[in-house]
C-alpha cells in the first residue's frame, strides 16, 4: 500500500490559544500543521514552503483576514491556494461574496464544530494532494515524450544510415558487377532488353533506397544544417507532386544551431509538408523560416481545403499522433504551434522565443565552425 505524501495546513490567527484548539483538531487528519501568528509571518511561510489550504481568522490586527486573501492570491504561486476563512461574528452575504472575490473557499463560523472543519480542510487537502500527483505524472509523461521523440529521431538516422550504406551499397555492387559480366561476355548471346531491364529495375530499387534514407533522416541536416536540409526537402516535394512549392529563409545568413534544436523543426516542418501533401488538395504551399533577436518562427501555408475548428483548437479526439508530435516537439523548446484557417488553406506556424531556448541548443555544431 502506497504511503500518502503528507500536505502543509497553514493555520494563521493571532491568538495562541486559537491556534492550539485548531491544531488539537486537524492532528487527527496525519498532515503536516504550520502555525503563523500574523498576516506578515504567514506570507513568509508561505514562500517557502508548498501550502495545500490556508486556516485564516478574518479578523486579525494590521491586516485582516480579506487583505490578506488578496495579498496572496496576487502572488503567481498562490493563485489557486485554498483559504478557509474562520469568523468569530456573523458575516453578512456582502462580506462573503467579498472573501469569496479575494479568494477565500470556504467560511467557518466559532463555535467550531470539531469534525465540520476537519472535513472541509482534508476535502482541499485531499484536492491539493491530487492536483500534486497529477503534476508529476504530466512532469513523467513529457519526459517519457521527449525521450520517445529523441528515441525515434535517433532510429530514423540509425535505419537511414544501414539503408544507404548496407542496402544501397549492395545494390550498387550488383549493378557493377551485372555490367562486368556482359561487358566481358561471360554470358553467351546476352538478351540485350532483358539486361536493360535489369539495370533499370537496380537502377529504381537504387533510387528508392536513396529516397527513404534521405527522407527518415537527411545527411544534409547533419553535414550542412538545416536550411540546406530544408532547401533539397521542399524541391523534392515539388517534383513529387503536383503542389507549387517555395522557401523563404531570412535573414540570408541563417545561423546554425545544435542538431537536436535543427532535428526538431525539420521534423515539425517535414509533418506540416506531409500533411499538406496527404490531406489538403492545395496547388501552393509555402514554407518561412525567421529569426530576429526575439524569436524563430517556422510557418507552412497552403492554399488547401483549411481545417476543422476543432482542429485549429488542438481537441484530443480531433488530432492524430503526427501533430500532437509537432505540438510536443514545439513545447519542448519553449514554444508555440498554433494551426490557423488562411481562407483558403491552412498555416501552421510555430513561434520558439530566444529567451526560452537553453544554451546547449544555441550552440553552432563543431562541424559548422
Given at each position: 500500500m502506497a504511503i500518502k505524501e503528507k500536505v502543509n495546513i497553514l493555520m494563521v490567527d493571532d491568538q495562541p490559544g486559537k491556534l492550539s484548539t485548531y491544531e488539537a483538531i486537524l492532528s487527527?487528519?496525519?498532515?503536516?500543521?504550520?502555525?503563523?501568528?500574523?498576516?506578515?509571518?504567514?506570507?513568509?511561510?508561505?514562500?517557502?514552503?508548498?501550502?495545500?489550504?490556508?486556516?485564516?481568522?478574518?479578523?486579525?490586527?494590521?491586516?485582516?483576514?480579506?487583505?490578506?486573501?488578496?495579498?496572496?492570491?496576487?502572488?503567481?504561486?498562490?493563485?489557486?491556494?485554498?483559504?478557509?476563512?474562520?469568523?468569530?461574528?456573523?458575516?453578512?452575504?456582502?462580506?462573503?461574496?467579498?472573501?469569496?472575490?479575494?479568494?477565500?473557499?470556504?467560511y467557518i463560523s466559532v463555535p467550531i464544530i470539531p469534525e465540520l472543519l476537519r472535513a472541509k480542510v482534508s476535502v482541499f487537502a485531499e484536492l491539493h494532494r491530487k492536483s500534486h500527483q497529477l503534476e508529476v505524472l504530466n512532469r513523467e509523461l513529457r519526459r517519457l515524450s521527449v525521450s520517445l521523440i529523441s528515441t525515434q529521431d535517433e532510429e530514423r538516422r540509425r535505419i537511414a544510415r544501414d539503408l544507404h550504406d548496407g542496402l544501397g551499397q549492395d545494390l550498387s555492387a550488383a549493378k557493377i558487377m551485372l555490367q562486368g559480366i556482359f561487358r566481358q561476355g561471360r554470358v553467351p548471346k546476352p538478351n540485350d532488353q532483358a539486361f536493360a531491364d535489369?539495370?533499370?529495375?537496380?537502377?529504381?530499387?537504387?533510387?528508392?533506397?536513396?529516397?527513404?534514407?534521405?527522407?527518415?533522416?537527411?545527411?544534409?541536416?547533419?553535414?550542412?544544417?538545416l536550411c540546406s536540409a530544408l532547401a533539397w526537402y521542399v524541391d523534392g516535394l515539388s517534383k513529387r507532386s503536383d503542389i507549387i512549392t517555395s522557401l523563404r529563409i531570412e535573414p540570408k545568413d541563417f545561423p546554425r544551431f545544435a542538431p537536436e534544436f535543427e532535428t526538431a523543426l525539420f521534423r515539425v516542418i517535414q509533418e506540416a509538408l506531409t500533411n499538406v501533401f496527404r490531406h489538403s488538395r492545395a496547388a501552393k504551399v509555402s514554407v518561412?523560416?525567421?529569426?530576429?533577436?526575439?524569436?524563430?518562427?517556422?510557418?507552412?501555408?497552403?492554399?488547401?481545403?483549411?481545417?476543422?475548428?476543432?482542429v485549429a483548437e488542438f481537441r484530443p479526439d480531433s488530432i492524430g499522433v503526427g501533430i500532437s508530435s509537432m505540438r510536443q516537439r514545439i513545447r519542448e523548446l519553449g514554444g508555440e504551434l498554433r494551426l490557423k484557417s488562411a481562407s483558403p488553406g491552412t498555416i501552421v506556424e510555430a513561434m520558439i522565443p530566444i529567451a526560452s531556448l537553453p544554451a546547449r541548443l544555441l550552440a553552432v555544431p563543431a562541424s559548422a565552425q
Open positions: 487527527e487528519l496525519g498532515e503536516n500543521l504550520v502555525k503563523a501568528s500574523s498576516g506578515k509571518q504567514a506570507l513568509e511561510i508561505l514562500l517557502k514552503n508548498d501550502i495545500a489550504v490556508v486556516l485564516m481568522d478574518v479578523n486579525m490586527p494590521e491586516i485582516d483576514g480579506f487583505e490578506m486573501a488578496e495579498i496572496i492570491h496576487q502572488h503567481p504561486r498562490f493563485q489557486k491556494t485554498a483559504i478557509i476563512f474562520i469568523s468569530a461574528v456573523h458575516l453578512t452575504d456582502m462580506d462573503q461574496i467579498k472573501g469569496y472575490q479575494r479568494g477565500a473557499v470556504d535489369v539495370v533499370n529495375l537496380l537502377d529504381r530499387a537504387l533510387q528508392q533506397v536513396r529516397s527513404v534514407s534521405y527522407l527518415l533522416h537527411p545527411p544534409l541536416l547533419d553535414e550542412v544544417g518561412t523560416l525567421l529569426k530576429n533577436d526575439v524569436e524563430i518562427v517556422a510557418a507552412v501555408c497552403d492554399d488547401g481545403v483549411g481545417l476543422l475548428d476543432e
